[in-house]
């Protein structure tokens, strides 16, 4: 299992776990133990507090409709967090990925933002707040 530093942070050691899916983590655990521990829910602790600012320069290039596109959330997320107005709405932005994400959703959906959620089982929700952010309709959170 991976360990949580002294000050209580479960931190990825590389800035791109989600882009890797969470089938990663379980096909490649040994490894996800060690660089994408947070993302893959292996350690408990509070994920670092990150800066919310654009990761790429051209955000404004993209069509707003890219930040409403389910297909581009995780990169969105990553890479043009206050163009898409996604500061706020999670406790992590992870660095990297690939175009842009919805605007803050709506409180009346509840749904998981990871496909693996019962992969994990209840481990999935024993971190509030990484089962808040990935898991919420899996672990009852809505």
Sequence with gaps: TA?????????????????YGQQTC???AD?????CPYTC??????PPQRECKDLVDNCQDYVPEMCTDSSY????????PAYCDFCGTTNTVAP??????PA??????CEDLINFCSVY?????SDTTWANTYCSKYCNRC
């Design 3 to 19: 360990t949580v530093d002294a000050g209580g942070l479960c931190e990825d050691l590389i800035p791109n776990c989600r882009s």
């Design 104 to 109: 803050t959703p709506s409180a009346s959906i």
């Design 96 to 101: 990297t990925g690939s175009s842009q994400s």
């Design 121 to 125: 089982s209840q481990l999935a929700c």
């Design 31 to 35: 490894w996800s133990k060690i660089n």
């Design 41 to 46: 829910g292996f350690c408990t602790g509070s």
């Design 26 to 28: 379980v096909d490649y």
């Design 73 to 80: 959330r995780i990169w969105a997320e990553d890479n043009c």
